[in-house]
């Protein structure tokens, strides 16, 4: 069996000395779930936390009042006045409330699946006709010989026309790692924040073409709606396809449900597998 040092080798490209701490990520398991399980209310909190000159003032729900109680529980947060908190000067602790939980959440999920190996935040370091360059892939996996790549993106929920470009850009950036260090023959997902579903348009998906794009880049893609653990465990062990199965039932995990809404937007472009630009 191949680590995945030896995969990347083949690709000209080796792991970086900087990695995530998964003894870290494992302690702080509770608090990841909770902030997923959580997400829109911390989603409000977060804008007073890390940008207090544009939002001075917060008025909280009473499940934002929660969130913000249970950060402040941790030491995380500092309550300063009756409407106002301020986050730690923590370097690692901002990392972690900025977006590293989610990194930390997926790397836990791909642990629980029963992958071989797995590394969050891992640098690689990659040579191609003399020019050198590095990456940091928020999760790489793998199972068997087969690599596993995952970008993991904390978005607001609301949606707007600079989120959809933004999601462009995590979709090339997923299925490029996929090209560069597995010759497109890995996994790739994304996960992100961003809500994928209008649940006041009869669960119409806010983002079709991004969906379509996904599909034809063989991309998996989950949203605020596959955050809570057991449903992010099934996106995880779905995106390996056949090469995960269920170990109490030998039963294969099927792409994940977003795929087949896709279907009639991808009969209207190329057949063709398009390469990001």
Request: with cysteine.
């Amino acid at each position: 069996m191949t680590a995945i040092s030896q995969l990347l080798s083949l690709q000209g490209a080796q792991t970086g000395q900087r990695t995530g701490d998964k003894n870290r990520a494992r302690e702080r398991a509770k608090h990841s779930r909770f902030i997923a399980d959580h997400f829109k209310a911390f989603d409000n909190i977060r804008g007073h936390l890390f940008h207090p000159k544009h939002h001075p003032i917060l008025f909280l729900s009473s499940q934002e009042m929660q969130v913000a109680e249970y950060l402040a529980r941790q030491n995380w947060i500092i309550k300063v006045s009756p409407q106002a908190w301020r986050i730690s000067d923590d370097d690692c602790i901002r990392s972690y409330l900025s977006g590293a939980w989610l990194e930390e959440l997926v790397f836990l999920a791909h642990e629980e699946a029963g992958v071989d190996e797995v590394y969050f935040g891992q640098e690689v370091e990659w040579s191609v006709n003399g020019v050198k360059g590095k990456n940091e892939i928020d999760v790489i996996a793998r199972r068997g010989d087969l690599l596993s790549f995952t970008s993991c993106k904390t978005i607001r929920v609301g949606k707007s026309t600079s989120h959809m470009e933004k999601l462009r850009e995590f979709l090339t950036e997923t299925d490029y790692w996929n090209i560069h260090f597995a010759q497109d023959k890995g996994r790739a997902l994304l996960v992100t924040t961003a809500d994928f579903y209008d649940e006041l348009n009869q669960q119409s998906h806010r983002y079709p073409q991004l969906l379509a794009r996904a599909s034809i880049l063989d991309v998996s893609l989950s949203g605020l709606e596959d955050l809570k653990w057991e449903r992010l465990l099934g996106v995880v062990k779905g995106h390996w396809g056949a090469a995960l199965t269920d170990s109490d039932s030998n039963r294969q995990f099927p792409k994940h449900s977003l795929w087949s809404s896709a279907t009639d937007l991808i009969t209207r472009t190329s057949p063709t597998r398009l390469r990001p630009h």
